[in-house]
């Protein structure tokens, strides 16, 4: 079989088996090697059709055009926390970072530690509202219109006043990203606001969890080599991984840390 017929049967038996499908029953299906089927999943998996988990795959589930803040929040929490962590160690304990909005650069300003002194300009309100209790940080609200799905400010005063602006660090997160093609997000209000974070900082890190890789939203903000490192986690598959970093990629992949309601020896 062609790797297109291999793919469209392995998509048929995961929408047969919701509970999922396993390597080896499509392995002995297909005719063909675990390390093919292995591939064929982490290509899928690239695409946003599947997701894989031990042993297997699921069909990965059907996500809106946009995901509200909360939604994003309850999805990957321990791997995003583990980006977040990777993140803030790239940070300094002084100076001034532009911090996007939305889940990732939410989590990163959870674990911004005490002895920050940033000076930490967003346009997300979340964001603000949870650092205005740090006891070091300065937050500077961007203005603009608000958002309701993401609680982001956008628009024309958003613009102008990151115009103005000069960071040492900008941290910006993505709805999907694509290898050889760039960093997306879902509407033109927030891409503008992206790339004018970019142009004012001295030092650009893009935030995702492995997921958003191999999927694209509807508009693209930036080329993957406006960043000068991409942080990520431990899920991203090899194949991706290479290709990134053949492209001149800094990447780094953050471990995630294991769950400790989980008994020792469980897959």
């Not at 390390?35 to 699921?58: C, F, I, N, S, W």
């Not at 997300?124 to 608000?146: F, K």
């Not at 080329?223 to 990629?249: H, K, N, Q, W």
């Amino acid at each position: 079989m062609y790797p297109a017929e291999r793919h469209t049967a392995i998509l048929a038996a995961a929408r047969t088996h919701p509970q999922g499908v396993q390597v080896q029953q499509l392995s002995a299906e297909l005719g063909v090697t675990p390390e093919t089927v292995r591939r064929d999943l982490a290509a899928l998996e690239r695409r946003g059709l599947v997701r894989r988990r031990h042993g297997g795959a699921v069909l990965a589930p059907t996500a809106p055009f946009e995901p509200t803040l909360s939604q994003r929040t309850r999805e990957d929490a321990a791997e995003r926390r583990a980006v977040a962590l990777a993140v803030v160690r790239e940070l300094p304990d002084e100076g001034v970072l532009l911090l996007d909005s939305g889940s990732m650069t939410l989590e990163i300003a959870s674990v911004l530690p005490a002895r920050s002194a940033l000076v930490v300009v967003t346009n997300s309100l979340p964001v603000a509202a949870l650092l205005g209790g740090h006891p070091s940080i300065t937050v500077l609200a961007l203005p603009g219109e608000v958002r309701p799905v993401t609680q982001a400010v956008v628009g024309a005063w958003t613009e102008a006043r990151l115009d103005e602006l000069h960071a040492d660090v900008a941290v910006l997160g993505a709805n999907g990203v694509l290898p050889g093609r760039g960093a997306f997000t879902t509407l033109p209000d927030e891409a503008a606001v992206k790339e004018r974070m970019l142009a004012a900082a001295d030092r650009r890190i893009l935030a995702v969890t492995a997921p958003k890789f191999g999927t694209a939203s509807l508009c693209r903000f930036a080329t993957l080599d406006r960043f000068d490192r991409i942080v990520s986690d431990d899920r991203l598959d090899p194949a991706t991984a290479e290709a990134l970093r053949a492209d001149g990629v800094d990447l780094e992949l953050a471990r995630t840390a294991p769950d400790p309601t989980t008994p020792r020896g469980t897959p």
